[in-house]
């Protein structure tokens, strides 16, 4: 097999043809419209009669069981006003969190921030198709539900300054760096990826939050659709102890967290089965997409002030690094489409393949010794007190 440092440079791998890139979509509607049915409601998926329906705004909003709403998971009581003349320490943070949970919950907002232009480049690439283009306009109302939350839970608990949070929100929307696939394969590959990798980075964000302290059920219980949290109400956060009250903040957290990766995982799960579907139709074109997606992938939040910082502690704190992007979200969605013994592909597509393989086995060499000189800092940070590490206050716990 091709070495990685053999590898053709990916810029001078051949674009992929328009015309036949312009082919497939039309083709995708028929498999379109039964997954946002499922998306919609398994009931309407399973019923013969509406899976293949074209759904409507009515069907969405009748048919939906599963909707929630972010206002009725923020733990408002914990909340105090910020006065005209404000002064934010850092020491106000009301669950006081590790800088790599704060850096995680900061890249996630401010990735999810930049909605507008994800939804303006989805509707570029997949807007000629009537399905699709529906499809965006849900996944849209159901995105902006996860920068509602989060800001409302980092406002709410006082991680950072309100006013710094919005002036980077504003900074992302106005230079609206996100990332532009070439053609429709490429962007439904793209966010194939990038919807499953944000599920593991959300998920384990709630998980780095919460682990350091016990969960009781008793105060973040959902209610029984799991569309709220059940007992903001009882919970009157003033009247908590700090340790208790920081302990609720936390929990909180990973309530608010798994509720938006839940989300990500059905997105994730429309655009792998549209992926898989347009596989099945011109195997060559998504072979191609996929390594262009795998060896070029950046996450979309590149244009987040210190982005390359925050986004170092975050791989620091095991939220997401090499290693979860290659065995957590790479590997699983080629082993799914079956890239490694997918047939009737031509020359072109071949060698994309024999080079997306080759740089996956380079993927998994780098991800390890990253891993493992991590690990080995995050021994040495918990044996000693003096040795600061960024996840240490929620792993010393
Ligand atoms: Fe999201
Ligand atoms: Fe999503």
Redesign the pocket.
């Given at each position: 097999m091709t070495e990685r440092a053999e590898l053709t440079p990916l810029d001078e791998v051949p674009p992929i043809n328009p015309e036949v890139d312009k082919a497939l979509l039309p083709q995708l509607t028929d498999v379109a419209i039964p997954l946002i049915n499922r998306h919609i409601n398994p009931a309407r998926f399973r019923d013969p009669a509406l899976r293949d329906e074209f759904p409507t705004v009515t069907t969405y909003m009748g048919d939906n069981s599963d909707q929630w709403t972010p206002a009725l998971m923020v733990p408002w009581t914990v909340g105090q006003n910020f006065a005209p003349n404000y002064d934010w320490h850092k020491d106000q943070d009301k669950a006081t969190l590790p800088q790599a949970a704060v850096s995680a919950l900061l890249l996630g907002l401010l990735t999810?921030d930049n909605l507008p232009w994800y939804s303006e480049t989805i509707n570029r690439k997949f807007g000629g198709n009537e399905a699709l283009n529906f499809w965006n306009r849900i996944w849209t109302g159901e995105?902006d539900r996860?920068s509602e939350v989060m800001r409302a839970y980092m406002t709410t608990g006082r991680l950072v300054d309100p006013v710094q949070l919005d002036r980077d929100r504003m900074a992302q929307i106005i230079t609206a760096e996100v990332p532009e696939p070439p053609s429709a394969t490429e962007a439904f590959v793209y966010v194939t990826i990038q919807e499953l990798a944000?599920r593991i980075s959300?998920m384990n964000t709630g998980k780095l939050i919460a682990d350091t302290v016990e969960q009781d059920e008793a105060i973040v219980r959902l209610s029984k659709d799991g569309t709220a949290l059940a007992s903001v109400e009882p919970v009157k956060a003033d009247s908590l102890d700090p340790e208790h009250r920081e302990s609720y903040v936390r929990q909180v957290a990973r309530t608010i967290m798994t509720r938006?990766a839940g989300?990500?995982n059905k997105?994730f799960a429309f655009y792998r089965d549209l992926t898989e579907a347009a596989t099945q139709i011109d195997p060559s074109t998504v072979v191609k997409a996929l390594e262009k997606q795998i060896r070029g992938f950046q996450m979309p939040g590149t244009g987040i002030r210190d982005f390359w910082t925050h986004a170092g502690i975050v791989a620091e704190a095991g939220v997401y690094d090499l290693e979860i992007h290659h065995d957590k979200i790479l590997s699983p969605v080629l082993k799914r489409l079956g890239f490694v013994s997918l047939e009737g592909l031509d020359d072109e597509a071949e060698r994309a393949r024999e080079r997306t393989l080759a740089f996956m086995g380079g993927l998994k060499k780098t991800a390890a010794r990253y891993a493992e000189q991590r690990d080995e800092r995050r021994a040495a940070a918990a044996d000693d007190p003096s040795i600061i590490w960024v996840g240490k206050p929620a792993l010393a716990v």
């Open positions: 999810e995105e996860h944000t959300h938006i989300d990500e997105h």
